[in-house]
């Protein structure tokens, strides 16, 4: 059995860092995002016994080593929610991202939602993309809320049931835009949440999180542009903060990441427009604006020093047909 899924990327609003459960990748507390498009994962997965192993490329790369092993949990949890007894048989998955991967802008969300729902498809799973949550969600806790699309949470607890990505009703994506700069910074998501809960900044943050929830939650349900990008961009700092000060002090950002918050602020501050910066785990920076401001402000983003590019809100990750397949 085959199947072709595509997924967008992430962009956390108010971000989780941390894991309870390294295995289930069940996160400490909730956490909210926005998917990005038209950046996004394409992913063709098929079980056949014409196969000698499962095997998994991304972007014209054999996984192998923590990479292989987290597609492999993936597989593995759609494989143990089967009972299509094709699904025995070794998989191939391929997987080609039309965006940087890498630097901070989400590529494991998309890349293991789009799996998760390829592998459901090809595994004949009658599951719900809330269900689908669960699987992706082994492979990367964000992937979760890839997976629903949009705005969406991923809600914390002990098992698939309770930790699982809802969508969060907003009509703000008729109006956000979001200029990414890319600032092309190799970092590695996965070491920076191994120790979060080794820094003397995590309980504090885990304490204050759960009113972060509250009110963004609140500001999507009353399209309040202002009040969802402005906690976006304190939590970015919160995370960071957090980050810096686990045992390793990892610092993602750089210089340009630093020009780009600062102009950020001049533009809302000198010339009042609504513009706020965010980031995950890495060096490139989302810029969230209105359309009205959208090209202006790309214009000032891209005078940092930086490739600049204006992306939408995406959607909840789909189902393709057949001539898409990658193999």
Request: charged share 30%; glycine share 6%.
């Amino acid at each position: 059995m085959k199947a072709t899924a595509m997924a967008h990327p992430i962009q956390g609003l108010v971000k989780y860092h941390g894991m309870r459960d390294d295995i289930e990748r069940l996160p400490y507390h909730d956490s909210i995002s926005v998917c990005t498009a038209p950046s996004h994962t394409r992913t063709t997965v098929e079980f056949s016994m014409d196969y000698d192993e499962d095997t998994f490329v991304v972007d014209g790369e054999e996984l192998e080593g923590r990479a292989y092993e987290r597609v492999e949990a993936v597989v593995e949890k759609a494989r143990s929610r089967s009972d299509a007894a094709h699904t025995v048989y070794p998989v191939r998955l391929e997987s080609e991202n039309s965006f940087p991967t890498n630097v901070g802008l989400g590529s494991s969300s998309s890349g293991f939602a789009a799996a998760a729902m390829a592998l459901a498809e090809a595994a004949e799973l009658d599951a719900s993309r809330e269900e689908i949550s669960t699987i992706a969600r082994v492979g990367s806790a964000s992937a979760a809320r890839a997976v629903t699309g949009a705005f969406s949470q991923l809600h914390t607890g002990m098992n698939d049931e309770d930790c699982r990505s809802r969508r969060v009703p907003s009509d703000l994506h008729e109006d956000l835009k979001i200029i990414v700069g890319l600032v092309p910074y190799h970092k590695e998501t996965e070491d920076a949440h191994d120790e979060a809960a080794d820094s003397h900044m995590f309980q504090a943050r885990n304490a204050h999180i759960h009113e972060q929830i509250a009110k963004m939650r609140d500001a999507l349900r009353n399209d309040d542009f202002d009040a969802a990008f402005e906690l976006a961009e304190h939590d970015s700092l919160s995370l960071a903060a957090t980050t810096m000060t686990g045992p390793k002090g990892w610092v993602y950002w750089q210089p340009a990441t630093i020009a780009i918050f600062n102009r950020v602020r001049e533009l809302r501050e000198e010339e009042d427009i609504p513009v706020y910066f965010s980031t995950d785990t890495g060096a490139s920076v989302y810029v969230n604006t209105t359309e009205e401001h959208a090209e202006y402000v790309e214009e000032e983003i891209s005078d940092c020093g930086v490739s600049t590019t204006i992306w939408d809100v995406g959607g909840p990750a789909r189902l393709l047909d057949e001539d898409e397949h990658l193999f």
